[in-house]
Structures are given as structure tokens and as C-alpha cells.
């Protein structure tokens, strides 16, 4: 039973290009969670995605950063013309429903970029 | 809008010895309230999790945390470290986890 996927592990950019950051749910999760944990501080809620569907995007920066789960394939978090500030670790979640009905949100093992 | 504080940065102690690592939150409902574990370069574990009964939770690798609404804290205990134990702890609330910042444990021989 594979966990949460997300790929790359590790991702380098220069500053203005584009930083594209894969997540698979787990099996039979439709809902996905974006969070970013920046240097020696915890992490922090970025965006709140069901298929096809953003559902709450209160987290993400207003400017340069997307997120999409689309009907087929991996939820893809977008960070467009990188700076130096967007180097972190960017952590997919993934849960059955809506962890309100008390489903736990399983982590991925993180995404770390680094913007040179 | 809610939050969470974990007010110990840095926490060591020695092997065999007990645990206790703080966590006050503020939320304007009856809080979901969770404990995870990361290791350094690694992702989130969950370790326990409060949703509503019992306010003495459980969870995996011998930990236990309390829901005290009138202190609005949710501590996490263990009676017995182990030196496997030692990694950055996070306390969240609400149903999009809310994170505290964290407690960084170190196990000393």
C-alpha cells in the first residue's frame, strides 16, 4: 500500500524559472493538502484541493504560485519565476474525506527545493 | 483565527527518562487536535490524534497526550524515552492542521 508520492525529493532552480512539484495521493484519497515548511520553522497550510477542484487557497502567496489536482493524474503544486525565499520544503497531505469527519491526513516525505 | 504555541524550542533528556512537551492552542470550536513526528529530511508522522471522547489519547511508540479545554493544552507525554525518539515534534489543530512551530528533542546517553 503506497503512501503519499511526491516527486522530486530534491529540486534546484535558478532564480525565475519555474519550480513543478508532483503529488500522489494514497489509494482511494481524493482530497489533497499542500504545506510548506520554510528553515527551522513548522509548516505552514498552503492549499486545500478535492479532484478538480481548488477548495480553500487561503494559504497560498497571491502572486506566482498555482496548484491543480486534475480529474486524471498527480496534484501538481506551480511556482513560477522562483526567488530566493521560496526555497523550502513543500509537504503533501492526503485523506480519504475531509479530515472533518475524522479522516487522518497522511504526509508525503517532502519535496525540498532550492532556489540558487 | 486559530493557532497553536509550543512554547520549548529545544528540549533534551536523558535516556529512560520521562517526556512532556507542550502545546496551548487557540481555536474557537471544539478542536481536532494532533501530535506528529518528523525526522530530520523526512516527512510528518501522526503519533495520536483528538477528535472528541476519552480526553486521554493514545497513540503509536508509547506516547500519550491530554485535551485539557480549561488550559486549552494538549501535552504530549511519554513515560520512557528512547533514543529513537529523538526528533523535532509538532502539535496541530483543526481540521487543515494548523501547525506550531515545533519542539526539536534531544535523547542524551
Known amino acids: 500500500n503506497a503512501g503519499v508520492m511526491q516527486n522530486p525529493r530534491h529540486l534546484v532552480r535558478r532564480r525565475g524559472q519555474e519550480a513543478r512539484l508532483r503529488c500522489s495521493p494514497m489509494k482511494g484519497h481524493s482530497h489533497v493538502y499542500w504545506y510548506r515548511q520554510l528553515p527551522e520553522e513548522g509548516l505552514k497550510f498552503m492549499v486545500y ?66 532556489v540558487v | 483565527a486559530q493557532s497553536v504555541t509550543q512554547p520549548d524550542i529545544h528540549i533534551t533528556v536523558s535516556e529512560g527518562a520521562s517526556l512532556e512537551l507542550r502545546c496551548n492552542y487557540s481555536y474557537g470550536a471544539t478542536p481536532y487536535l494532533f501530535w506528529y513526528v518528523q525526522s530530520p529530511g523526512q516527512g510528518l508522522q501522526l503519533l495520536l490524534k483528538y477528535f472528541s471522547g476519552d480526553t486521554l489519547v ?52
Open chain 1, 49 to 114: 484541493l478535492q479532484k478538480e477542484n481548488i477548495i480553500d487557497e487561503s494559504g497560498m502567496p497571491k502572486e506566482r504560485f498555482s496548484a491543480e489536482f486534475p480529474k486524471e493524474g498527480p496534484s501538481i503544486l506551480r511556482i513560477q519565476q522562483v526567488v530566493r525565499g521560496d526555497s523550502a520544503a513543500y509537504f503533501c497531505a492526503s485523506s480519504r474525506t475531509h479530515q472533518n469527519s475524522g479522516n487522518t491526513i497522511y504526509f508525503g516525505e517532502g519535496s525540498w527545493l532550492t
Open chain 2, 58 to 109: 493514545q497513540g503509536i511508540k508509547g506516547f500519550e497526550a491530554e485535551f485539557k479545554r480549561s488550559q486549552s493544552s494538549f501535552n504530549l507525554r511519554k513515560p520512557s524515552v528512547h533514543w529513537s525518539d529523538a526528533a523535532e515534534y509538532f502539535c496541530a489543530v483543526g481540521a487543515q492542521l494548523t501547525f506550531g512551530t515545533g519542539t526539536r528533542l534531544t535523547i542524551i546517553p
